[in-house]
């Protein structure tokens, strides 16, 4: 599971743990004491390790006492001591000393006024002493520092910090710190938290984990103010109810709406299965007319059960459509639109698979729900080089489609089919990899029988229909290399035609419903699939030939410096299946003309693009371009423009056509100061879509973000207000994050968590290293 650092419970989380690694520089924020770090070398005895002792001058008196002076030098094991003068009391096998007094383990580091160790017991005392943690940020001060026989600490009037010497940005103080090494928990008593030498928190007792271990507690809270919710303030807790579980509970006051109260439940179900639960609840939200309640609740589970057996279970709802538009959950992003119900058990070995799956997709804003998979059970099997190389596999299907609107309907005299679907597929491919390129050919067969229920008369289909139709396949690759220059600079480039036949049989679909079935996109890869549609009631007849072309350069590291790739369809009949009986498909001689391009330019250039070009009509279809400036860490300038014409609008049913142009940059100001920012333009409605200005100071010891944000709001119809509500079209607001490093968090995540906040995420060229 993931660990929660804590706010009044993780106050020490890193006096045995590696530290956070903070934005400037690990080198530059690691602490180091005023002495060398001895390269410490393990005991090779525990039990009876001997006390070597080196001075420049000596006195002793045999069996009693030995006082050693000038340069003194003591090892036990793991330990060090240095000191001006010591006393070694052999009777009560105690020793003193004082004087530039070092003391140094594994751990830590403490300079100290004197210090009285107990050899039997392997104990000691140090007097008016500081630490420093190896290899880490904290460091502190105590009046005593006690080390117990079972190795735990003991701290009186003492206090700690992250932050550099000198540093008084945070400083947390304490009558006593005791930290179990055991139990790898510490207890701290009257701590004073102070910012700026101000103290701003007292806490009278409290807990903390030194390893990795998780504690119940609060942790950061987050503020922010929008023009929708106002003023928010969210606080959470967390529950470490039990190793395999815990629970985070988040009350979040929102001015303008009410309290949001979010709880997130997590479990493990022995070593290979896991699971969430999220429960989230607004009462009477006031900005809606009427005061709805509103609620999500989320289920997930997936797993093992054993080397064979697969579990899976994702289950979502919301009270209304505009949920996540409207309320910051930890489910889901405004952006999305569809919630997944599903649950799926399935059993594997070498060859073969079995597996039962039901299915119910939500689509928020829309009016026609989809079809629920009631169940569907599969089997598919496969056997490599079956005979003399030649592969085959068989995938097969058993699937039930209802919809939930089905009584309904039939209450109110409507109806709305639903079906049985068997289909198997056999398929035999024989391929041929060599390093000159490949060649596939491939045959295959669909077969396919619905029991179709519940259609009115006139709608066209069939009570049973019996689906035959045959495939075949040939694909055929040749990869051509040669060293070329370009631009003074030496390359490898690569050229690799492809070639595609590919013959589907026909046969008349139009009384078949359609259950889980659409339109595929038409990108560059794309062009080589064997399907037209997603799903299998309708399956595209197709004799067809697909051309196609790739070209990389490699430079001298053989990293990929360019990739291009162009390619088109040639239809050598017409396509006579459509998706709707009443829907007559185009039926053009070649498909749109496709090509993707990912290059690094110039230096710390790199540009990706994308086209759909209709070369009949002469018109653009589809393309995204983006162009980066990447010159280092943190460092990005990015340009973007996307435009898709002939979108449909889920909200109105219109149609309409998309063409964006964007801004996104980050750049640090100083090494602990950064900018990033975005900015979307929508060039058809002329008015900006989306603007997100943030910037982050991030120090070793503490970091703060401010950031605001004004975007456009995807609002569909309400679905649970008494009236019609106006919706503000767009939505402003003012973040505020701040963290104390060691305080119970590592701070914001920095520019590439910035880089994707809001509607439009950054993305960079997929195929290239930089």
Not at 370 to 383: E, I, K
Not at 541 to 566: C, M, P, Y
Not at 605 to 615: A, E, L, M, N, P
Not at 753 to 769: C, S, T, W
Request: charged residues 20%; glycine residues 6%; contains cysteine.
């Amino acid at each position: 599971m993931q660990i929660r650092y804590l706010v009044a419970l993780s106050l020490l989380p890193q006096l045995v743990i590696a530290g956070e690694a903070p934005a400037p520089s690990a080198s530059q924020c690691v602490v180091q004491p005023p002495v060398p770090v001895p390269a410490v070398q393990p005991s090779t005895d525990e039990n009876n390790q001997v006390i070597r002792i080196s001075s420049q001058d000596s006195e002793a008196q045999m069996g009693k006492q030995a006082r050693f002076s000038g340069d003194v030098t003591v090892t036990q094991g793991n330990r060090l001591i240095k000191a001006d003068e010591a006393v070694l009391d052999q009777e009560n096998e105690q020793l003193d000393a004082n004087g530039n007094l070092v003391f140094q383990d594994s751990a830590f580091t403490v300079t100290a006024e004197s210090l009285q160790a107990r050899m039997q017991n392997n104990s000691a005392t140090l007097k008016g002493a500081q630490y420093w943690l190896h290899g880490q940020q904290v460091h502190g001060d105590a009046n005593e520092l006690e080390i117990t026989p079972d190795n735990n600490l003991l701290l009186s009037e003492t206090n700690f910090t992250t932050c550099p010497p000198g540093d008084s940005s945070w400083l947390l103080e304490a009558e006593k710190i005791k930290i179990d090494s055991s139990d790898e928990w510490g207890e701290i008593w009257d701590a004073r938290l102070r910012i700026a030498g101000v103290p701003v928190l007292y806490v009278p007792y409290m807990t903390v984990p030194v390893s990795d271990k998780r504690k119940t507690g609060l942790l950061f809270p987050t503020f922010s103010t929008s023009s929708t919710n106002g003023v928010e303030v969210a606080v959470p807790w967390y529950w470490n109810i039990a190793p395999e579980y815990d629970m985070t509970i988040t009350p979040n006051y929102m001015s303008n709406r009410g309290l949001f109260l979010k709880n997130e439940f997590r479990y493990l179900a022995g070593d290979a299965q896991q699971g969430q639960i999220n429960l989230e609840y607004l009462d009477k939200d006031r900005s809606i007319s009427g005061n709805p309640d509103r609620y999500l609740y989320h289920w997930n589970h997936q797993g093992a059960i054993d080397k064979n057996w697969r579990v899976l279970a994702d289950y979502t709802d919301v009270s209304d459509n505009n949920y996540f538009n409207d309320l910051n959950s930890d489910v889901a992003q405004a952006t999305d639109n569809q919630l997944s119900r599903v649950g799926e058990i399935a059993y594997f070995q070498n060859n073969w698979n079995a597996g039962i799956r039901a299915q119910d997709i939500k689509v928020l804003g829309e009016t026609d729900e989809p079809y629920q998979v009631m169940p569907q059970v599969s089997f598919n099997y496969f056997s490599p080089s079956l005979w003399q190389n030649l592969d085959f596999s068989f995938a097969s299907e058993v699937t039930n489609f209802a919809h939930k609107d089905a009584g309904e309907l039939s209450l109110a005299g409507q109806t709305i089919p639903t079906a049985t679907r068997l289909h198997v597929e056999p398929s035999l491919s024989y391929p041929i990899y060599g390093p000159a390129g490949s060649f596939v050919s491939e045959l295959k067969l669909y077969q396919t029988n619905y029991w179709q229920r519940d259609f009115a008369n006139d709608s066209g289909l069939s009570e049973h229909v019996s689906r035959t139709i045959p495939q075949a396949r040939l694909y055929g690759q040749i990869n051509f290399e040669r060293q070329t220059k370009l631009f003074d600079v030496n390359y490898r480039q690569t050229l690799e035609p492809q070639i595609q036949y590919l013959y589907v049989g026909y046969q008349d679909q139009s009384d078949i419903g359609l259950y889980d079935t659409a339109a595929l996109q038409d990108d560059f890869y794309g062009l080589f699939r064997d399907r037209r549609y997603a799903g299998l009631d309708r399956i595209a007849n197709a004799n067809q030939v697909t051309l196609g072309v790739t070209s990389r350069l490699f430079d001298d590291h053989n990293e990929e410096q360019l990739k291009f790739s162009i390619g088109q369809i040639f239809y050598l009949e017409d396509n006579k299946v459509n998706l709707l009986p009443e829907l007559v498909e185009e039926t053009p001689s070649f498909s749109v003309l496709a090509a993707e391009m990912d290059a690094k330019l110039y230096e710390d250039f790199y540009f990706s693009g994308s086209v759909q070009y209709d070369t009949k009509e002469q018109d653009n279809k589809k393309s995204e371009f983006t162009l980066d400036y990447r010159p280092g860490a943190n460092k990005l300038v990015q340009l973007s423009y996307r435009y898709i014409p002939d979108l449909l609008n889920t909200n109105t049913n219109d149609r309409v056509d998309i063409s964006q142009a964007g801004i996104r940059g980050a750049w640090p100001i100083r090494d602990d100061l950064y900018f990033v920012g975005n900015w979307y333009y929508d060039l058809n409605e002329s008015r900006s879509i989306e603007t997100y200005t943030g910037i982050q100071y991030e120090s070793c010891c503490w970091a703060v973000r401010l950031s605001y944000h004004y975007r456009i709001k995807t609002n569909y119809d309400d679905d649970i207000a008494t009236v019609p509500d106006p919706r503000d079209q767009f939505e402003s607001g003012v973040y505020l994050n701040f963290v104390i490093k060691g305080l119970g968090g590592s701070g914001p995540l920095g520019v590439a968590d910035m880089l994707n906040e809001g509607l439009f995420n950054y993305r960079k060229p997929l195929y290239l290293r930089n």
